[in-house]
């Protein structure tokens, strides 16, 4: 059973570039998420993408933008680098379940994109 | 405003010994679930554990338990008979009911001493 893939896993750009990075959810799961992990510090919830619509959005500018496939797999594109955003990329997959009128989605993550802009 | 809270930075365990992690969240609501999640050096995030909040028993999973507070907020992990393996980066989680997002702790980086 293949687990949350993503690609590439190291990526060096210059301030002002443009980068995509991309992610293979887990099998049978149909909900990516993206989180910005920057070092030493917890992931923060970029956006959620859902029926290749995004659902919802955390803090982050319109710089950030994503992209979800009719197979489920999704891309984080990143405009305009700036060297702030240099941090690891996880993306994580899920499964929408729901217990007694209370859903959550248990997310499983990826190995991340580690994403230095000089 | 939700928030999670890890306020052990660094903890250090003798292999085979017992460590527990703690947590703390700030929440109004009254059924959640919460997470602990462990990031090795190999950057994966791993789930080790989910406790649901409208139950009463803590979670278990093989060595790993919770110590599940729910008036206090406090959502402890505890590991027993300690391994080289665990070393690792130790995040807990809230996701905020009516919502898709996460929201993690600072991290606790366990250190395991042979």
């Known amino acids: 059973d293949a687990g949350v893939t993503q690609s590439p896993t190291h990526l060096i750009k210059t301030r002002g570039q443009q980068v995509t990075l991309r992610c293979s959810p887990k099998s049978g799961h149909d909900t990516v998420s993206w989180y910005q992990q920057a070092l030493g510090q917890g992931p923060q919830f970029i956006f959620q993408?859902?029926?290749?619509?995004?659902?919802q959005r955390g803090n982050f500018p319109d710089r950030f933008s994503g992209h979800q496939f009719p197979n489920y797999s999704s891309e984080l594109n990143v405009n305009a680098l700036l060297l702030g955003d240099s941090a690891l990329y996880l993306c994580a997959s899920s499964l929408l379940t729901g217990t007694g009128g209370l859903s959550t989605d248990t997310q499983y993550f990826g190995p991340g994109t580690r994403l230095t802009v000089l | 405003a939700q928030t999670v809270t890890q306020s052990q930075p660094e903890m250090s365990v003798q292999e085979a010994e017992t460590v527990t992690l703690s947590c703390t969240y700030d929440t109004s609501e009254s059924d959640y679930y919460l997470f602990w999640y462990k990031q090795p050096p190999s950057r994966q995030m791993i789930l080790v554990i989910r406790?649901?909040?409208?139950?009463?028993q803590n979670a278990t999973e093989n060595r790993f338990s919770v110590n599940f507070q729910k008036a206090a907020k406090s959502f402890s992990l505890k590991i027993s008979d300690s391994q080289l393996g665990d070393a690792a980066m130790y995040f807990c989680a809230y996701p905020p009911p009516g919502t898709y997002k996460y929201i993690f702790g600072t991290g606790t980086r366990l250190k395991v001493l042979a």
């Open positions: 406790q649901e909040a409208y139950k009463q």
């Open positions: 993408y859902y029926e290749e619509e995004e659902r």
